[in-house]
């Protein structure tokens, strides 16, 4: 199962997530995992190039692990595309809740 973890503040803005595991939806062509990676990656990469948002990311292609974390000023582009990411990883957990966790933390 992957798990993701999307981390906000008490002011509701995101700052982060972790990602954790494979879907192991199927053994070749996994779907699920391959959906969630695109929107993680495709998330993470936009931030890049279309924001001024400072922020640091790890990765282990071994267990699935991401670990991404906006820096203090992150601006309104990069918590639309961290929105945007979260709407579509739900989306993916109420088609395949056996495969996909997210859950929202407060810090």
């Excluded at 990602?19 to 959906?35: K, P």
């Excluded at 931030?47 to 267990?63: G, M, V």
């Excluded at 961290?82 to 957990?93: A, D, F, N």
């Amino acid at each position: 199962m992957v798990r993701i973890t999307i981390f906000q503040n008490r002011q509701q803005q995101l700052i982060g997530f972790d990602c954790l595991g494979h879907a192991e939806y199927a053994e070749d062509n996994d779907i699920v995992c391959a959906a969630a990676s695109a929107l993680i990656i495709n998330c993470i990469n936009s931030i890049e190039t279309f924001t001024d948002a400072q922020f640091t990311c790890d990765s282990r292609q071994e267990d699935g692990m991401i670990s991404f974390r906006l820096g203090e000023e992150s601006g309104e582009d990069a918590q639309l595309l961290l929105r945007s990411l979260s709407l579509g990883l739900e989306e993916m957990e109420s088609n395949y809740e056996a495969y996909i966790d997210v859950i929202f933390e407060e810090v």
